[in-house]
C-alpha cells in the first residue's frame, strides 16, 4: 500500500510539472507574439527630441508618440536600455542638468520618478528596472501651461471677458 502511495504522489509532482513548463512555455510564446517593434535611435532622431538618450537605447514603436521637433518637441518616447535602472537615472540626472533642465523631484519605488523643468517646458522620466540587470524610461516632455500649448499651435489666449464663470451646484 505505501509503494502505492508513493507513486501516485510522484506520478501527482511529475504531471503537475510538465503543464507547469507547458504553461510558462506558451506564455512566452505569448509575449514573443505580442513583443513591440523596437527600433535604434537614430541620430535624426536624437537630434529632433532635443534631450539627451542613453547610448544603445532602443525605443518602442508602439508606445512612442512625438509632436514637432527641437526645442518644440512634445510627447512620450518609451525606451528600453541594457543598463540597469540605476545606471540610467545617474545618466538623466547627469545629462539633463548639462542640457539646462532643473531637477524638481526624484521618487524611488517599484520605479524610479525624475521630474525636470526647463523655461516653459517639463519632463518627466520614469524609469524601470526589468529583469538580468535591464531597465525601461518613459519620457514625457511637454509645455508647462495651456498659454504655452495655445502659443506652439498660435492660437491667441482668450480674454478675460470671454472666459464664462464656472457653473455652481446647487
Given at each position: 500500500?505505501?509503494?502505492?502511495?508513493?507513486?501516485?504522489?510522484?506520478i501527482?509532482?511529475?504531471?503537475?510539472s510538465?503543464?507547469s513548463?507547458?504553461?510558462?512555455d506558451?506564455m512566452?510564446?505569448s509575449?514573443?507574439?505580442?513583443?513591440?517593434e523596437?527600433?535604434?535611435?537614430s541620430?535624426?532622431?536624437r537630434?529632433?527630441?532635443s534631450?539627451?538618450?542613453?547610448?544603445?537605447s532602443?525605443?518602442?514603436?508602439?508606445?512612442?508618440?512625438?509632436?514637432?521637433?527641437?526645442?518644440r518637441?512634445?510627447?512620450?518616447?518609451?525606451?528600453i536600455?541594457?543598463?540597469?535602472?540605476?545606471?540610467?537615472?545617474?545618466?538623466?540626472?547627469?545629462?539633463m542638468?548639462?542640457?539646462g533642465?532643473?531637477?524638481?523631484?526624484?521618487?524611488?519605488?517599484?520605479?524610479?520618478?525624475?521630474n525636470?523643468?526647463?523655461e516653459?517646458?517639463f519632463?518627466?522620466?520614469?524609469?524601470?528596472?526589468?529583469?538580468?540587470?535591464n531597465?525601461e524610461?518613459?519620457?514625457?516632455i511637454?509645455?508647462?501651461?495651456?498659454?504655452t500649448?495655445?502659443?506652439?499651435?498660435?492660437i491667441?489666449?482668450?480674454?478675460?471677458?470671454?472666459?464664462?464663470?464656472p457653473f455652481?451646484?446647487?
Amino acid at each position: 500500500m505505501k509503494i502505492l502511495e508513493n507513486k501516485f504522489v510522484l506520478i501527482f509532482i511529475l504531471t503537475l510539472s510538465l503543464t507547469s513548463c507547458a504553461t510558462i512555455d506558451g506564455m512566452m510564446a505569448s509575449e514573443d507574439e505580442s513583443a513591440p517593434e523596437v527600433k535604434d535611435v537614430s541620430l535624426d532622431q536624437r537630434l529632433q527630441i532635443s534631450i539627451p538618450i542613453p547610448d544603445n537605447s532602443k525605443y518602442a514603436t508602439d508606445k512612442t508618440v512625438i509632436f514637432g521637433e527641437g526645442n518644440r518637441f512634445t510627447g512620450v518616447l518609451y525606451l528600453i536600455h541594457d543598463e540597469s535602472a540605476e545606471d540610467v537615472v545617474d545618466f538623466f540626472r547627469k545629462a539633463m542638468i548639462s542640457e539646462g533642465w532643473t531637477e524638481l523631484a526624484i521618487v524611488r519605488s517599484n520605479f524610479i520618478l525624475l521630474n525636470f523643468d526647463k523655461e516653459d517646458r517639463f519632463a518627466t522620466i520614469k524609469v524601470s528596472r526589468k529583469v538580468f540587470n535591464n531597465s525601461e524610461s518613459e519620457i514625457t516632455i511637454g509645455p508647462k501651461t495651456s498659454a504655452t500649448i495655445n502659443r506652439s499651435i498660435n492660437i491667441e489666449p482668450e480674454t478675460q471677458e470671454s472666459i464664462e464663470e464656472p457653473f455652481e451646484i446647487q
